[in-house]
């Protein structure tokens, strides 16, 4: 790929770095678009898909913009790093990847980057009426006492295109979340509806967000372990394992073969729980009630065995920079084992009770179809991406972890 | 007046107090410390934008409405249903012609898409 | 009419009403217990045995809440629509037969409040007045939740009321009567057997009616919250709650009246026959809610127009030939 980005880019890089692994181009602030569109288009680089955009704050002042890019298919990732001084504007790539919106949102939220020709740029993770970039250095890391509960509660604005549509319509404008059953607290949409009909919706995020980056930034690299716990608190180890690779990576860290093993063990088994919340709240808010207590039930039996692995039953901080905390005990194997072979009769209730019930059927097919194309713009990943007919698992085209060994291989239930 | 209705009556008195008597006892009893934010209606926990109490679609009046005109026709079944054992083949003749008629405005309604739920079709 | 036969049918409506009061609060213990022990769990356990003085406390919670007049109700039809609700559905029960008679010092105790020429009349009339409350109840909240809620509830409860009133010609042409008491005694065979489309239409649109599981949603939690309720408390929610299990009783009762034998059934006596097929048929109630997802609006209201009013018509026509070939 390296030499593919030189041929393609070559005059106008400013660097081409290869560190642990990972390939990164530098380009001057001018250059980015130019080179943006060409990593999309050009079909030797194919860089689809904006798995992310963070800003880092690197003092003396300049910040450095982050891209991060995939290509689903050359299977290869790619860092764009561009570097401006404060209070210089960097041009938005949210006509190129429409997912940067958001991120360039929170870069524009949390460092105060702007970013020219953004359809959209204001805040999105603090509340409304905050004021300051809380992930700017300077800024205090417990907080700024000006921006107390007063400030932080503000005025309620109402999202700007939507009420001047809207004036003197029929058209009501209805908040929904974030103190709404099926929002979770964490979620505000502003809808606009027409009788029982959605017209537009506006999602306002930012309820749940604690400032994990600035947190870590003042911790040692285990200290942060927990932090990454609570990031998801639905698949914790999950998170954990994002972190502690990332740490791995740039210490040039193996790890044995058994952590790698149980990472991927206790790794799924989180991704079983995780799921199985996600389809038993979204079977709840359909109004299907009872789903969600069996799927808690089969949750609690991976619950009972975090709590044999490691004590905690949520936030279980379990992997370690460089493997897991402690060895299983063995009597966790004789129980995966039995719940995992135990969990496809599971399952197959779950089909019965929601993916062969005509009212769910009703319910849910053909509703908010995202095709293939608009999944990659926007950034979609992990089943999501998948159901929008992308054909695409990292665990299968980008191995990490232990998911690249040859005892990783997902089964059919056949084959059990 | 048909003496069989005053247990009705009594029914009626009966839920009547019922309901008066305890929504005034809980008003008596309960606790009460209201705050602006408190009785501010519901959205979510924010502050409600707008009134409640604006225009809504039109779509809600036209349902009332067929509801009233079907529900009339309903209702001229029900005498006609009572006796339909003396009426015989005559009854059933008369019967078919209203439903029938009844169809016609059904499958009227149904054309025109008054019982579609769509944005923006009457 | 005699003071003592106004002396029985105050007795009667009195004990009839208290009745109702304690099968609803028990029917909220049912529906708790019931889905609890289908969604492996155990329902209310604590207060009392197995739970069974719950409706009790939760009664005098509801009492101790703080009563709530959000600001910019219109304060009148606020605190009346609760009532409106509870009247009409408890009132209705005064029509149903409970059993035939029983003797109570030689005077023949007849187990029903009244009994008037239009009873099934009566009770769908009161069943559309709840539909008042309940639209009064979103709109005098002055917030969108309820608004909307009773916008839905208003629009859903007449629309699938023209299919309940559709669904029970059938049997009233059978029975030749509106008396519930002439219905009863005309069903030497349940009128379920001769009538099976006109029993499922009333108890789909039973469902509907009673804002239940999987047609409640105009207090659908996870979209509305609790729709047009949400800005009552204290003992004006308790009425709309309780309201909602009496109407469930008063349509259980009526469904058992019209379509299964009403207190007729062998060895055990009347009264006990007609709770067993009241409690059957709460028990159905429950056990739909534990079962199925909810209905979009609009399917919701494409299904009782489009669906379950031309059947009912029809059945109506195949009930009326039916009778002329076979008498």
């Not at chain 2, 604006?54 to 005498?79: C, G, H, N, S, T």
Request: proline share 5%; charged share 20%.
């Amino acid at each position: 790929m390296k030499e593919e980005l030189t041929t393609h880019l070559g005059d106008r890089l400013a660097a081409v770095t290869e560190a642990c692994g990972e390939l990164t181009i530098t380009v001057l602030p001018e250059q980015l678009l130019a080179v943006a569109r060409q990593l999309r288009d050009q079909e030797a680089l194919a860089f689809t898909f904006l798995s992310d955009l963070t800003g880092v704050d690197c003092a003396a002042g300049a910040f450095e913009v982050v891209y991060h890019l995939l290509s689903m298919k050359h299977r290869s990732r790619v860092r764009i790093k561009v570097r401006i001084d404060r209070g210089i504007e960097l041009p938005s790539v949210a006509g190129i990847w429409p997912a940067a919106n958001w991120y360039e949102r929170e870069a524009y939220d949390l460092l105060g980057i702007t970013f020219a020709g953004h359809p959209d740029l204001k805040r999105i993770l603090t509340p409304d009426g905050f004021s300051g970039h809380p992930l700017r250095k300077e800024y205090p890391l417990r907080g700024d006492p000006a921006q107390g509960i007063s400030a932080q509660r503000g005025e309620v604005t109402m999202a700007a295109p939507i009420a001047a549509e809207t004036a003197g319509s029929e058209h009501l404008i209805l908040n929904m979340g974030p103190q709404h059953p099926s929002t979770h607290g964490v979620l505000r949409v502003i809808l606009e509806l027409d009788g029982e009909v959605i017209v537009n919706a506006e999602p306002v995020i930012g309820h749940l967000h604690r400032g994990v980056e600035k947190l870590a930034e003042h911790m040692t690299y285990n200290q942060v372990i927990p932090l990454m716990d609570r990031l998801d608190y639905c698949s914790p180890l999950i998170n954990n394992l994002g972190y502690v690779l990332a740490v791995e990576k740039l210490l040039g860290i193996e790890i044995p073969e058994r952590a790698a093993a149980l990472r991927v063990l206790l790794s799924e088994l989180t991704r079983i729980q995780s799921h199985l919340i996600w389809l038993g709240t979204h079977a709840l808010d359909i109004g299907a009630m009872s789903p969600l207590l069996y799927m808690f039930r089969e949750r609690e039996e991976i619950l009972d065995m975090y709590e044999e692995v490691w004590g905690a039953r949520m936030h279980l901080a379990y992997f370690r920079v460089g493997g897991v905390a402690a060895d299983v005990p063995k009597s966790f194997l004789v129980r995966a084992r039995k719940f995992l072979s135990g969990f496809y009769e599971k399952v197959d209730m779950y089909e019965a009770l929601l993916t062969e019930n005509p009212i769910w059927k009703r319910r849910t097919q053909g509703v908010g179809i995202i095709s293939g194309d608009e999944a990659i713009a926007l950034g979609l990943s992990g089943p999501g991406l998948r159901a929008s007919g992308i054909d695409w698992d990292l665990r299968k085209h980008l191995p990490y972890s232990g998911y690249d060994r040859p005892w990783w291989c997902p089964r059919r239930k056949s084959a059990f | 007046m048909n003496e069989g209705y005053i247990p009705i009556l009594f029914m009626l008195a009966l839920a009547t107090a019922f309901c008066v008597v305890v929504v005034i006892l809980s008003r008596l009893v309960g606790k009460r410390q209201d705050s602006s934010e408190k009785l501010m209606a519901y959205e979510c926990g924010n502050i409600p934008t707008g009134n409640a109490r604006q225009r809504f679609p039109i779509k809600f009046y036209i349902i009332a409405m067929l509801f009233i005109v079907f529900d009339i026709e309903a209702m001229f079944l029900y005498p006609w249903a009572v006796i339909y054992k003396s009426l015989k083949l005559f009854g059933l003749i008369e019967m078919v012609l209203f439903v029938g008629i009844l169809l016609i405005g059904f499958i009227y309604i149904w054309k025109k898409g008054a019982l579609e739920w769509g944005s923006r079709n009457i | 009419m005699s003071l003592l036969a106004i002396g029985i049918a105050l007795a009667k409506a009195v004990i009839v009403f208290v009745c109702l009061l304690l099968c609803v609060a028990y029917s909220t213990w049912l529906e708790r217990k019931v889905l609890g022990h289908m969604q492996v769990r155990c329902g209310p356990l604590r207060v009392g045995w197995y739970g069974l003085l719950q409706p009790i406390a939760d009664g005098i919670k509801l009492f101790f809440k703080e009563d709530i007049v959000v600001s910019g109700a219109n304060k009148f039809l606020y605190i009346l629509s609760p009532m409106i609700v509870m009247i009409a559905a408890c009132a209705s029960i005064a029509v149903v037969p409970f059993g035939d008679y029983i003797d109570v010092f030689g005077q023949k105790i007849y187990l029903r409040v009244a009994d008037v020429d239009i009873g099934v009349l009566y009770i769908f009339a009161l069943s559309s007045l709840s539909v008042y409350g309940i639209t009064l109840a979103g709109w005098s909240s002055n917030s969108k939740y309820a608004l909307l809620g009773g916008l839905r509830a208003s629009a859903q409860m007449i629309s699938y009321e023209l299919a309940t009133g559709l669904s029970i010609i059938g049997v009233l042409m059978h029975a030749g009567s509106l008396r519930p008491t002439d219905i009863v005694a005309g069903q030497d065979i349940w009128y379920i057997v001769k009538q099976p489309i006109g029993f499922l239409i009333f108890v789909i649109c039973a469902f509907a009616e009673c804002n239940r599981s999987p047609f409640d949603l105009p207090e659908a939690e996870n979209e509305l919250v609790p729709g047009f309720h949400v800005e009552y408390s204290s003992m004006k929610f308790a009425l709309f709650f309780m309201a909602e299990y009496a109407h469930m009783i008063v349509v259980s009762a009526l469904a058992a009246t019209l379509f299964l034998g009403g207190w007729r059934g062998p060895v055990l006596p009347g009264i006990v026959w007609f709770m067993l097929k009241v409690f059957a048929m709460m028990f159905f109630f429950i056990w739909i809610r534990a079962t199925y997802p909810r209905f979009r609006y609009d399917q919701l209201m494409k299904f009782g127009w489009k669906v379950l009013f031309p059947v009912a018509l029809l059945n109506i026509v195949v009930t009326g030939i039916g009778m002329v070939i076979w008498g």
